[in-house]
């Protein structure tokens, strides 16, 4: 990665080409910058760099014949234009042996070194923090970082000497440590203040801006963040993260959205060679060995009380969510799971939400999730909740837009003795007539305690319902006989 303190001798500049805008006449020159291997490209207008120039001379006093002279006339002649990109590119040249170890930050923002270079970034970042730190962590302790931006600051810890600092020390990295040290929520995405992201950035490796640099690729560790209770992922894969250790202590909630990974173990065991293979019991057990118990200790997320997946490609639930065994909310929206597996070791789970799925089927579901209040399975495909009817805990259930057609599958929960809403909306049982009394009917002397598809019955419909539920009661009477 592009490191110009490091790599300067490995560093070149040129103007491959220029371009003229056909409607206004603008000549560009693009400038190629690369340091190592890494390289990007930055367009300017001859305009440019005579500002550059100009404050160069003014600050720094380089000579001022070292700029080729402006021209009047004939100045868009092809052989002009190609004599002056020849010139231009030797005047970079000159000014890259003039600064050999650090480039003046005119120089560095001219050439994009600000966007793509972990010094130049970090340098930004010192002075946003030390100018608005304290406002940024009073309002919320919680800010965004590119992915570009952690790497920088994870290579960035690693460097036996510092470049010096200029202007008061305003650039310091110290104040970005200082910024990362009390920050408790830390948000990655692949590049910064662009909402597209989410869609270019989690299917393919797409490079940021005009340079080779791709965020999926850059590896990292969040060191600089001792002191995190949540930690978010957005179109990027947490396994760019090279070492958690430090974060399994103290974190609370880890959300990773709109990604390409397929299994949880990509998240909770991150960091782990061997996240493939099968995670043991984390329970208190008196048979197990006490080198196990080391081995468990050291994966246990012994903080984590909300993982939220939503958006992913999760084809299951694998055991690595045995990792966490104080998680109290599971959100897995949006993702392709089929079945339920793993969550019996969860005592403390409250919430599971589920919408968004591939579910057909939910078969005897309390013997994994017993002490479950919220369970959401909309949009699934559900035909039948027969393996719902003993989560005995369960006060909040959403069975919106699956295929339920039969009103005799609400017995299956009218019966759970908490449960305070339902929502039923968008299946092909909503859709027949006296669909609300109907349901509200099967929970009978409770039917005024249930919110049906987040609306109380009315009094019309709760009256309704007692005529039809003793009916119902008068029909079952019949059939015992």
């Known amino acids: 990665m592009s490191c110009y303190y490091r790599q300067y001798e490995d560093t070149t500049v040129t103007i491959p080409k220029y371009s003229v805008e056909s409607s206004a006449g603008i000549t560009y020159y693009d400038i190629k910058v690369r340091v190592a291997n890494v390289d990007w490209f930055v367009e300017r207008r001859y ?85 608005s730190g304290d406002a940024l962590l009073s309002a919320k302790k919680e800010y965004s970082f590119s992915a570009l931006e952690i790497y920088a600051i994870s290579e960035r810890l690693a460097l036996p000497c510092p470049p010096s ?17 009390q920050l408790e929520a830390l948000v990655v995405t692949p590049i910064k203040d662009n909402a597209s992201f989410v869609q270019d950035y989690n299917t393919v490796d797409v490079p940021i801006g005009r340079s080779n640099i791709i965020p999926n690729r850059l590896s990292f560790n969040l060191n600089a963040f001792r002191n995190l209770k949540t930690l978010k992922f957005s179109a990027l894969s947490t ?10 202590p103290t974190l609370q909630t880890i959300c990773v959205h709109n990604t390409t990974i397929t299994h949880i173990n990509q998240v909770l065991l991150c960091d782990n060679l061997h996240k493939n293979c099968d995670v043991p019991s984390l329970l208190p057990d008196p048979i197990a060995s006490n080198s196990e118990n080391v081995l468990l200790n050291t994966d246990a997320w012994s903080e984590l009380s909300e993982l939220d997946l939503t958006g992913n490609l999760l084809t299951q639930i694998d055991g690595s969510v045995r990792t966490a065994p104080k998680l109290r909310r599971l959100i897995l929206e949006q993702n392709r799971i089929r079945t339920i597996q793993n969550l019996a070791e969860l005592p403390h789970l409250q919430l599971l939400s589920l919408s968004g799925n591939l579910i057909a089927d939910c078969i005897d579901w309390h013997l994994s999730m017993g002490n479950l209040v919220t369970l959401k399975l909309a949009q699934n495909k559900l035909k039948s909740v027969s393996g719902l009817r003993k989560l005995l805990s369960l006060v909040n259930l959403d069975l919106s837009c699956n295929l339920i057609e039969e009103l005799d599958e609400v017995d299956n929960v009218a019966n759970l003795p908490l449960l305070e809403t339902l929502s039923l909306t968008g299946n092909p049982l909503a859709g027949s007539v006296d669909y609300r009394p109907r349901v509200l009917a099967r929970f009978h002397e409770r039917a005024a305690e249930i919110s049906l598809d987040n609306e109380p019955g009315t009094q019309q419909e709760l009256d309704t319902a007692l005529v039809l539920s003793a009916l119902l009661k008068s029909k079952r009477r019949q059939q015992q006989k």
Request: hydrophobic content about 40%.
């Open 239 to 248: 396994e760019n993260i090279v070492d958690v250790e430090l974060l399994k």
């Open 47 to 131: 305009r440019d760099f005579a500002q550059l120039h100009d404050k160069l001379v003014e600050d720094i006093s380089i000579s001022k014949k070292l700029l080729p002279p402006k021209k009047l006339v004939g100045n868009k002649q092809p052989a002009f234009l190609e004599q002056r990109r020849e010139q231009l590119e030797t005047y970079l040249q000159e000014l890259l042996i003039y600064f050999r170890n650090e480039l003046p930050r005119l120089l560095a923002e001219f050439l994009d070194f600000n966007k793509y270079d972990i010094i130049y970034i970090l340098q930004d970042l010192a002075n946003l923090f030390q100018e």
């Open 165 to 181: 600092t200029e202007q008061g020390g305003k650039f310091d990295f110290s104040h970005v440590l200082d910024f990362s040290t």
